[in-house]
């Protein structure tokens, strides 16, 4: 209300991204609807506060409550995933992924995480562009051609390169993580295994994928993904961890601040404790089990119309499309999503012959679609959408080279926004989207 007078400029491009969201089909996995109790913290008087330092040790003074909210934030951390030792302070997660290189690693010695090609995460050590990657010595491993960890693969690079720790987690698989597995890699090789269960955290503690707590040494994850919190991160020690180093607590603590942090931004803290407190909730184990059953029907649909999903499909919130079969670029298809309402990424897949920016894929999942409360017939039917979207735009191969590219991409955008069966699809997606409230 009040922005509406001071920033009229601003205030319309939020009310436009609010009901872009409504009428929308949000299917990128890893965005999600925070809910309204979580907002109200993060746009609370918390963000007037400057609380540099853990609980009870702050640098600054004024911080009785912002102690207590944190307090909270850690207990909650602690119960919800079992561990004894939890900082929420870390401002997302790549900055927490680093917290734990910069605490346990000195530069160049090797880590060992999934190639970004491969569904891994720029922070596990992609090469030369990321300080994961520069900073440190990285050996990447892979999925195969269908898209499946192979790990005998990856046991014997482990065995090869020695690192002295692997980065488990990804950003684009479909599949359940075999955590003993890792554990058995990780002292094969006499490296520390960091779980990095950013998008799958919400179905960890909803009971619908395996936790990694009694098997990693430290355990990281975003609180925006399936877990429904505010952007941020929680970095957490598990038992083995402390048993291998009994400072490692310690030693993160530092690492986020004063290492690469300076202060905790203590509205977020609070939108996590609040996040942590609706996961702790029987209708949350409900909602992750209803995000993997959303998936595997949605993923069925699109099977069943002759698309190809890596792995084949999906035990989890994501699933990726294969278009090589179409010859469809994944940006063409996004491209067209959107115009249908329909909000996706491109994505590459396994072993993909093109580059990141126009790679063969397109990834989407179901978090934020089933936090409205949409079930079962509701993904049969986008599948179905999805499959007639991937049709219309069938004849639309991108060109080799970058000048024809820029030229067809202008000219593609100009059909796709008049394309009368897209905007067809488009006034259908709106209809269901109304019966589905955003929280
Ligand atoms: C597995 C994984 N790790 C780390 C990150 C980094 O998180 P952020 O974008 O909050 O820095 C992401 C986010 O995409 C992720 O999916």
């Known amino acids: 209300m009040i922005l509406v007078s001071t920033d009229p400029e601003v205030a319309k491009l939020i009310a436009a991204e609010s009901k872009r969201q409504q009428e929308v089909l949000e299917m990128i996995p890893s965005e999600n609807y925070a809910s309204a109790a979580v907002r109200e913290a993060i746009g609370s008087v918390l963000t ?26 850690i207990d909650r951390a602690k119960k919800l995933f079992g561990v004894p030792h939890a900082n929420v302070q870390p401002y997302s997660g790549s900055p927490a992924n680093a917290a ?5 690693l000195a530069p160049g010695d090797t880590i060992m995480g999934l190639a970004l090609s491969a569904g891994g995460h720029l922070t596990h050590g992609h090469p030369a562009i990321t300080f994961s990657g520069k900073y440190f010595h990285s050996v990447q491993y892979d999925v195969d051609a269908d898209g499946w960890l192979n790990m005998e693969e990856i046991s014997q690079l482990s065995r090869k390169t020695k ?52 098997y990693a040494d430290i355990v990281m994850t975003t609180t925006h993904k399936t877990l429904r919190g505010p952007r941020g991160a929680l970095l957490m020690v598990t038992e083995s961890g402390l048993k291998k180093d009994p400072k490692m607590a310690e030693k993160i603590d530092k690492a986020v601040f004063p290492g690469i942090q300076g202060g905790p931004h203590d509205n977020v803290t609070a939108a996590i404790a609040i996040a942590l407190k609706e996961a702790d909730s029987q209708s949350f184990r409900a909602y992750a089990k209803q995000i993997v059953a959303n998936a595997k029907v949605l993923a069925k649909s699109l099977t069943d119309q002759g698309l190809k999903l890596t792995t084949g499909g999906t035990d989890n919130h994501l699933m990726v499309i294969d278009l090589r079969p179409q010859g469809l670029s994944g940006n063409v298809v996004a491209e067209a999503l959107e115009v249908a309402g329909i909000v996706v990424n491109k994505n590459s897949v396994p072993h993909d012959p093109n580059p990141p920016f126009y790679p063969s894929g397109i ?18 039917q986008i599948g179905q959408w999805i499959s007639q979207v991937i049709n219309i735009v069938k004849d639309n191969h991108l060109p080799g080279d ?27 997606v709106q209809a269901l989207c109304r019966h589905f409230p955003v929280p």
Do not use: C
């Open 100 to 104: 734990v290189y910069f605490a346990i």
């Open 163 to 214: 690192p002295k720790m692997i980065v488990v987690g990804t950003t684009a698989y479909p599949r359940i993580f075999d955590w003993k597995h890792w554990k058995v890699i990780a002292d094969e090789a006499g490296a520390l295994l960091l779980a990095d269960i950013s998008h799958i955290a919400g179905l960890v503690v909803g009971g619908v994928h395996p936790s990694p707590v009694q």
């Open 48 to 73: 007037n506060k400057y609380s540099e330092g853990y609980p009870h040790k702050r640098y600054y003074q004024g911080n009785t409550y912002i102690d207590a909210i944190e307090d909270i934030a």
């Open 363 to 380: 990834r989407l999942g179901t978090p934020a679609v089933t936090t409205r409360g949409m079930k079962e017939p509701e993904m049969q």
């Open 402 to 428: 970058k000048e024809t590219r820029n030229a067809f991409f202008v000219d593609f955008r100009k059909k796709i926004i008049k394309n009368k069966e897209l905007l067809t699809i488009a006034a259908n």
